[in-house]
């Protein structure tokens, strides 16, 4: 077993976001984009954030004790910070078929919105602000 309770197993630890595409239909008439089954999980509560007056804006910053999040920015563009205690990167969400999965343990901001983004979010579990942890990860000592 380790070092690491069974529901921690060191891969799951290691696992950074993922971005995945999503099953969308064009034609001459536009665009559909069907989200069933993409999502790792029920999807518990749904929110949007818009209307961010400046690029230099930072949301979030905090990681989760259980939720995990599927973003979508269905229109305009963000930029999605991740760090996830080992690894760190940033995403950017443009396309309304890009779907950015964020652990539990990712801790993540989010920022550079242009001014007509809409950032949709689907979250695992409904809102308990004793599931947000807001300190970041301690740098890294080589």
């Given at each position: 077993m380790g070092i690491y309770p069974k529901q921690l197993?060191?891969?799951y630890l290691w696992t950074m976001a993922e971005l995945i595409r999503l099953k969308t239909f064009a034609d001459s008439?536009?665009?559909?984009t069907v989200l069933q089954n993409e999502i790792p999980f029920q999807p518990l509560r749904t929110y949007y954030i818009y209307g961010?007056?400046?690029p230099d804006i930072v949301r979030?910053?905090?990681?989760h004790h259980k939720a995990t999040q599927a973003l979508i920015c269905i229109h305009g563009s963000c930029e999605i910070y991740v760090h996830n205690g080992i690894e760190e990167t940033c995403f950017i969400l443009n396309?309304?078929?890009q779907c950015l999965i964020l652990q539990p343990e990712d801790w993540h901001t989010m920022q550079k919105f242009t001014q007509?983004?809409?950032?949709l979010v689907f979250a695992s579990?409904?809102?308990d602000v004793n599931d947000y942890i807001d300190e970041p990860y301690a740098p890294r000592r080589i």
């Open positions: 197993a060191l891969p008439r536009g665009a559909l961010v007056p400046s979030g910053g905090h990681r396309k309304a078929d007509d983004a809409i950032l579990t409904p809102y």
